[in-house]
């Protein structure tokens, strides 16, 4: 019913940055928490961070906090991360989601994604 696009992924060499958008589309965006998830080759899926509907809270990852910065933008129905000062630990396919329930942190609890975005970062 939803459908997320993620897009903005590439190489960046360490301490640089880039930033992902995650565009929306096939129901009212402003009603669905969003968050980002990461998965590194051969792990698994892990919590980036998360935003309520209006944006009135975010939450982050331990090893993301103060690099990163969720965003989103309810009248364009994207929602961005700013990735800060990255590192090669941050190398992985980067996912946005959508869920219902709240901001949330489970990806268990996140029914809809997108088909992910590669950051890759080089030392």
């Known amino acids: 019913q939803l459908q997320l696009v993620e897009s903005g992924g590439g190489l960046v060499q360490a301490g640089g940055s880039l930033r992902l958008a995650c565009a929306a589309s096939?129901?009212?965006?402003?009603?669905?928490?969003m968050a980002w998830f990461r998965q590194a080759s051969g792990k698994e899926r892990e919590f980036v961070a998360h935003i309520l509907w209006n944006s009135a809270s975010t939450n982050y990852a331990d090893s993301v906090k103060g690099r990163f910065t969720i965003s989103r933008d309810n009248a364009k129905n994207t929602v961005y991360l700013q990735m800060n000062s990255l590192k090669p630990a941050d190398t992985a396919v980067y996912y946005c989601?959508?869920?219902?329930?709240?901001?949330?942190?489970?990806?268990?609890?996140?029914?809809?994604w997108g088909q992910g975005t590669q950051v890759t970062v080089s030392s």
């Open positions: 096939g129901r009212t965006f402003n009603s669905v928490s």
């Open positions: 989601a959508a869920s219902t329930v709240g901001a949330v942190t489970t990806k268990a609890l996140y029914d809809y």
